[in-house]
RNA sequence: AGAGUCGCCUGGAUCACCGCGUUAUGUUUACAUACCGAGGAAAGUCCGGACUCCGCAGAGCAAAGUGGUGGGUAACGCCCACCCGGGGAAACCCGCGGGAACAGUGCCACAGAAAAUAGACCGCUCAUUAGCAAUAAUGGGUAAGGGUGAAACGGUGGUGUAAGAGACCACCAGCAUUUAUGGCGACAUAGAUGGCUAGGCAAACCCCACUUGGAGCAAGACCAGAUUGAUAGCGCUUGAGAACUGCUCGUUCGAGCUAUCGGGUAGGUUGCUUGAUUCUGCGAGCAAUUGCAGAACUAGAUGGAUGGUGAUCCAAUCGAAAGAUGGACAGGAUCCGGCUUAUAGGGCGACUCUUCUU
């Protein structure tokens, strides 16, 4: 789980992340990036679960493992960065799916700065 | 043993490691330790309350809701018991169950002759005319028979008649009035009298009785912060506008209000969980429920905690086995009492009928 420091809460950080970060896609999830972003607390995630992804408990679940799989990864980005994954379907398992993306959003990175 | 009816409970379990939220303690501002951490429906948001705010809520009209009787409850549209009607062999189940002459209006599809102050399609029958006759035509009488329909203006038997008919009689059903008995009451049972007979729909308008001030935790309180413009109209005690309130009257407040354009905020603390609470025992009551005593504390998040991985057991499915798959409906958001809807599997109790044995 993502301890409290590391969670993304704000509505406009939010609207900010996904309106200027770095976007990378996959069939069930989509990635926002938004690095520099001036506070330095540690890379913060938010999470979006649409409601057609399932019912209350399907949604909860999903948020769960993902923040879950997401924790392990965070040592990989910079402090001043805001994370929000999005997701547009349900899935079983979003292991691989997730790794990929990191992987791809860090070469965009790269490539931008 | 079989078939069935009703009610209630349960809703996977244990362990290890890594995590998350509240609270407490300790160092101290980030960690450590300890405790606790979703449901029977948390759901739908359909009723009823608590709680909060509003200029303490007046009269009339309108509107909405409820509708057998008695009881329970903080309250209810809920629950219990009983009555009535319907279904079942029974346990038991179902019912939005006031008023249909003593107010009035309306509707009753299709079929059928006719759907409500009746009605003559077929049939039955009488008279007259025509005809040798069968029969036909015309004018009457007739609701016993036929067919239609969810429903056809009492039923059965007789007297009677040209044929028939509550026209008359007996019994039965039902209606109205009334008496007695039982019951708190809805009502029931028994009798008397009357006239021979009265369709359904009030989830159609309507009538009767009772109930209802409005808004809701994004209620409300505190802290911090931002905007604090432009144009037009009305008004400043000769009263704009606002509240009760949907309308009228009335009462009260009252110096700003309304429309368009432009701009801004929605951050934190609190409300926030000890309550019509839960459990146990002893009483009251057929029951719903309730009195007294003792014990217990059982989520409180706010982009929103209860998760991940592994192992064993349990139930289920597949399979000869080894083994494999894999866990119903579903996630708190101020809190209670109900209702409704969803729900794999498992368990317990009471009762009815049939068969067998004693």
Redesign the pocket.
């Known amino acids: ?5 590391n ?9 900010r992340t996904t309106r200027n970060g770095a976007r990378v896609t996959s069939p069930s999830l989509v990635l926002y990036v938004l690095t520099r972003t001036g506070n330095s607390t540690g890379p913060q995630v ?4 649409n409601k057609s992804v ?8 999903v ?3 993902l ?3 997401i ?1 392990p990864q965070l040592h990989k980005f910079d402090q001043e960065t805001q994370i ?1 994954i ?1 997701t547009l379907r349900m899935k ?2 979003y ?1 691989a799916e997730l790794e990929d993306l990191i992987e791809r959003v860090q070469k965009k990175l790269l490539v931008v700065s």
Not at 54 to 61: A, D, F, I, Q
């Open positions: 789980m993502l301890p409290a420091a969670r993304l809460r704000n509505g406009k950080d939010f609207a938010g999470l979006i679960v399932g019912g209350s408990v399907v949604r909860h679940r948020a769960r493992q923040r879950h799989l924790a929000v999005r079983d398992s292991t």
